[in-house]
């Protein structure tokens, strides 16, 4: 029982991690309609970046904040330079923007592994000691990382909900025609959607980073079929289903590891994917998702 | 010199038979299957504990199941079977439940759990050491490395003509046709009372066994294999082959196949990389993502495309041509 507890206390962290990346996918595929297969190395480039300024001498929040900007700027350059000339081709299939994003991966995954080398790097901060406390044991540490993830979604909530441009990303992302004919600028929304999906996966890179306790070129392209799973349990293109998804995704990851070997907790995770689309191809939380 | 191109020829025709059963489901019928090493790496560890018997003593521990030794063209068979039998079974529990782009994903899933499943449960096929000491197809005869690479270049490039005999057929079947009308539209094809599921079914299998025939000669002709040998990014090489040289088209798949794969392969070794000489792998996968993005932006249909297969354009505009004088 008490390892119960204990796993989903590390559930809970893996799940911050992920819902901040699959958050992100999610609201880009809600405006855009297609999926970045970018994101895994998006992560990646994020945490590498804070590495780089922190290792400068940089304080780790000032690092992480850069590394976020970075990855922001990363997200519009690849809309603006690769899909935006595809999404404005007539009769493009959402397929070829896919493999389109393969090949941004490709670019941004090996550039990675030029620039810094094969090497796991380390960041100088740790996750600090182990507390317990109510029969988990966490390091302050994980405790920040969910603490600060769920904080960037509620203020990421707040802006979708009561702000002019959440109203506007909204609308885009319901019918990006109407919202045009009502004078919302569609392109300056799609740009602002890539930058705030940029800066939650670098986020979550970072948080992987520590978590993992040292990063490798492959660190988010490992988890991006993962966070793909969050986002199709929790519906594709549905931000807050997305959440749902990495809490489901990520505790039952973690609760699985108890039982069966913890090489096969991917598997699990992939396997959860796989019967809930069998029994609700919409995803869980969606009424009706964008499957057509 | 020679036996340096004979090697590249083989990897190449390897390659060739791959690309060309991705080009059955992806080229001819818009399935897109992130996930194709997979059913490449069935075949060869089933071609590979089908013939190899038990591990020779002394190597260090080796684990797999069957243990058999079967002739190599049977053990061979049996891989690409085994691969078809799993690709059948993945294309039943997945396809037609999302659209094109996100069932991608799906299939790249399924392969993670394969691959978790083979590095991890190590009585299937050794974990994630992998089999190893599979013999030469000639069995115990005295024979060089030379001579075995030359005799392995002669049965590949058979079964690559064959595979691509077979996928022409395909091509200008009426089955074919069905096929193509699937990619571009499957409602129509329904509409029109033929069965989109089953005809798809019947492809991917196809593809799959290609993929399984491929993958039992690559483990007769390296003699090992392991987690190692197909990664999930080994798949996305090949699709992006297959798109840069044209899919569709059986002329493209060859020409991705032999230019995209093993020539930037090969070419990146003497191309002078900056820095270090171990980025020559990173130059090569950079170069192919450019390439991927500029041939789908300019050169959708890829660098030999479809319509050029001589048979088709001619064909369809001569019906064409009699069904607009038929109407007048």
């Known amino acids: 029982m008490n390892s119960f507890v204990q796993a989903i206390g590390f559930g809970l962290v893996t799940s911050a991690i992920l819902a901040l990346a699959a958050v992100a996918i999610s609201l880009q595929v809600s405006v855009t309609n297609f999926i970045n297969f970018a994101y895994g190395d998006f992560m990646t480039f994020g945490a590498y970046i804070a590495w780089t300024t922190n290792h400068w001498g940089l304080s780790f929040p000032l690092s992480l904040l850069i590394g976020a900007a970075t990855t922001g700027l990363l997200g519009v350059a690849a809309n603006l330079l690769v899909f935006r000339p595809f999404v404005r081709t007539k009769k493009v299939k959402p397929v070829a923007l896919l493999i389109a994003g393969v090949g941004v991966s490709f670019i941004v995954q090996n550039g990675i592994t030029m620039i810094w080398g094969v090497e796991p790097k380390r960041y100088s901060i740790s996750l600090g000691r182990s507390l317990h406390f109510l029969g988990l044991s966490l390091t302050p540490g994980d405790l920040i990382i969910i603490i600060s993830s769920a904080a960037l979604l509620a203020l990421l909530h707040i802006t979708l909900r009561y702000t002019t441009f959440g109203k506007s990303l909204r609308a885009t992302s319901n019918n990006t025609d109407l919202a045009q004919a009502c004078g919302i600028d569609t392109d300056r929304v799609t740009t602002l959607t890539w930058f705030i999906a940029g800066v939650l996966t670098a986020g979550a890179g970072v948080g992987l980073a520590l978590e993992e306790t040292a990063m490798s070129p492959t660190l988010g392209f490992n988890e991006l079929f993962v966070i793909f799973g969050a986002v199709i349990v929790g519906g594709i293109g549905r931000p807050y289903g997305a959440m749902l998804g990495a809490l489901l995704v990520g505790v039952l990851t973690e609760v699985s590891g108890m039982y069966v070997d913890a090489g096969y907790k991917t598997s699990i995770a992939f396997g959860v994917v796989i019967i809930v689309l069998l029994f609700r191809p919409q995803g869980l939380f969606a009424a009706s998702g964008k499957t057509s | 010199m020679f036996f340096y191109i004979v090697t590249l020829l083989v990897l190449g025709c390897i390659n060739g038979i791959m690309v060309v059963g991705l080009n059955l489901q992806y080229g001819y019928t818009g399935l897109l299957n992130f996930a194709f090493y997979t059913y490449v790496a069935i075949g060869a560890y089933v071609a590979g504990v089908t013939t190899m018997g038990k591990p020779p003593s002394g190597l260090g521990s080796e684990a797999y199941i069957l243990k058999w030794t079967l002739p190599w063209p049977i053990g061979l068979l049996l891989g690409g079977l085994a691969a078809a039998l ?80 077979f996928s022409r057929r395909v091509f200008r079947s009426p089955y074919g046709r069905i096929l193509r009308a699937i990619r571009e539209d499957e409602t129509i094809v329904a509409a029109f009372g033929r069965s989109v599921w089953r005809s798809q079914l019947w492809v991917f299998v196809a593809g799959c066994g290609l993929g399984g025939l491929a993958g039992g000669m690559f483990v007769f002709y390296i003699e090992a294999w392991s987690p190692t040998a197909f990664l999930p990014l080994e798949s996305f090489f090949l699709m992006a082959a297959l798109i840069i040289g044209g899919s569709g088209s059986y002329w493209g798949a060859l020409l991705g196949a032999f230019a995209v794969i093993e020539g930037l392969n090969e070419l990146s070794r003497y191309v002078p990389t900056f820095g270090k000489p171990e980025f020559a792998g990173n130059i090569r996968a950079i170069v192919i993502g450019l390439v991927l993005i500029l041939v789908l932006r300019f050169r959708p249909e890829g660098l030999l495309p479809e319509r050029w297969l001589r048979w088709y354009s001619a064909k369809t505009r001569k019906q064409f041509s009699a069904i607009s004088s038929k109407a007048g």
Do not use: E, H, K, M
């Open chain 2, 86 to 165: 799993l690709g059948a079974i993945v294309f039943s529990f997945t396809v037609r439940r999302l659209r094109s782009d996100y069932l991608a994903i799906v299939t790249v899933a399924t392969a993670f759990i394969v691959w978790n499943g083979i590095n991890n449960y190590v009585p299937l096929f050794n974990g994630g050491n992998g089999i190893f000491g599979v013999p030469y197809i000639t069995g115990n005869a005295n024979i060089s490395t030379n001579q075995y690479s030359f005799l392995i270049l002669l049965v590949t490039a058979v079964i690559l003509a064959a595979a691509v005999w």
